[in-house]
């Protein structure tokens, strides 16, 4: 997970469910869907993702990395979504991972931090933890935790850490080859990455991750970007979809639904327009 070969990720906790579920291994089971939800986190299946660790939280009894790694992916779901209760969630989150002084519980609460820095200018990490990170990226040669990082460090801070060897798409942004560093997100499915790397593109590129982070329903990431995208000077905006067209599964407007539910009832174009307020309709392709 970790090297995001998600793939062989997925194989390998097939192989160990059902290694588990044969020996009755039960108390394996916690970690192992969180695992499950930071894959489904990372590749873009957030409502999946959401539910996993809804219900690992709802049971207090777990390993400490467990209790942790599920609170805080909750917790960048609720910031990216814009939720309330996203900052108190992270301020927990932080206290309960330092204490461990583990650096992979650490190390992802410290990223989604200063992600939620970037986005609200709030600042929630002191000078003393983040000298304990800057301390464990020297001590651990882990290249994508330490590259995320150091990415988000930069964006909300406007600092650099001079991390070495930088995993290859961290690599890319800084050598300002964008479209090399989206292409590389997208073959390794991770869409929330290519569209926040996509920001950093021409203008075509940047209206592009805007649709995309709106499509996945970070509403607040989507927020922050068109004030970033307007402060460059681009003023054609695509509005996108309404929230309550994102929220339909099946991606239908209000009035998409409207018209289907009069369809279902017999009704005749005439009647349906008459229904909506609408000019008359000729035929079924002038109904959406």
């Known amino acids: 997970i970790i090297a995001k070969e998600y793939?062989?990720?997925?194989s390998l906790l097939t192989e160990n469910n059902l290694y588990c579920e044969q020996r009755?291994?039960?108390?394996?089971?916690?970690f192992t869907l969180y695992?499950?939800?930071?894959?489904?986190?990372?590749?873009?299946?957030?409502?999946?993702?959401?539910?996993?660790v809804d219900n690992l939280i709802k049971y207090q009894v777990h390993p400490e990395a467990v209790k942790?790694?599920?609170?805080?992916i909750s917790a960048v779901l609720k910031l990216r979504?814009?939720?309330?209760?996203?900052?108190?969630?992270?301020?927990?989150v932080k206290e309960m991972a330092f204490k461990t002084k583990e650096y992979p519980i650490i190390m992802p609460v410290?990223?989604?931090?200063?992600?939620?820095?970037?986005?609200?200018?709030?600042?929630?990490?002191?000078?003393?933890?983040?000298?304990?990170?800057?301390n464990l990226i020297a001590r651990v040669d882990c290249g994508t935790d330490n590259s995320e990082l150091e990415f988000w460090f930069y964006k909300s801070r406007k600092t650099k850490l001079e991390i070495k060897d930088l995993y290859t798409p961290y690599k890319y942004i800084v050598e300002n080859k964008i479209t090399n560093a989206v292409i590389f997100w997208n073959e390794?499915?991770?869409?929330?990455?290519?569209?926040?790397?996509?920001?950093?593109?021409?203008?075509?590129?940047?209206?592009?991750?805007?649709?995309?982070?709106?499509?996945?329903?970070?509403?607040?990431?989507?927020?922050?970007a068109k004030k970033i995208v307007r402060a460059a000077g681009i003023r054609r905006i695509p509005r996108g979809k309404r929230v309550s067209t994102i929220s339909n599964p099946a991606h239908l407007t209000n009035r998409e639904i409207e018209v289907l539910q009069l369809l279902q009832t017999g009704g005749q174009n005439k009647e349906?327009?008459?229904?909506?307020?609408?000019?008359?309709?000729?035929?079924?392709?002038?109904?959406?």
């Open 35 to 52: 695992l499950e939800a930071r894959i489904l986190l990372e590749t873009g299946n957030w409502s999946e993702a959401n539910s996993i």
């Open 24 to 30: 009755n291994l039960n108390t394996s089971k916690p």
């Open 68 to 72: 942790i790694g599920a609170l805080t």
């Open 81 to 92: 979504k814009g939720h309330p209760e996203a900052e108190n969630n992270l301020v927990t």
């Open 188 to 224: 390794l499915g991770c869409p929330y990455e290519k569209a926040i790397t996509l920001l950093d593109g021409e203008e075509e590129n940047k209206k592009t991750g805007l649709m995309e982070l709106q499509k996945m329903g970070a509403t607040a990431i989507f927020e922050k």
């Open 110 to 134: 410290v990223t989604a931090i200063l992600e939620y820095e970037w986005l609200s200018g709030k600042t929630l990490l002191s000078t003393k933890e983040l000298e304990t990170c800057c």
């Open 272 to 288: 349906i327009a008459s229904s909506l307020f609408m000019p008359s309709m000729g035929g079924y392709g002038n109904v959406f």
């Open 7 to 10: 793939n062989k990720a997925r």
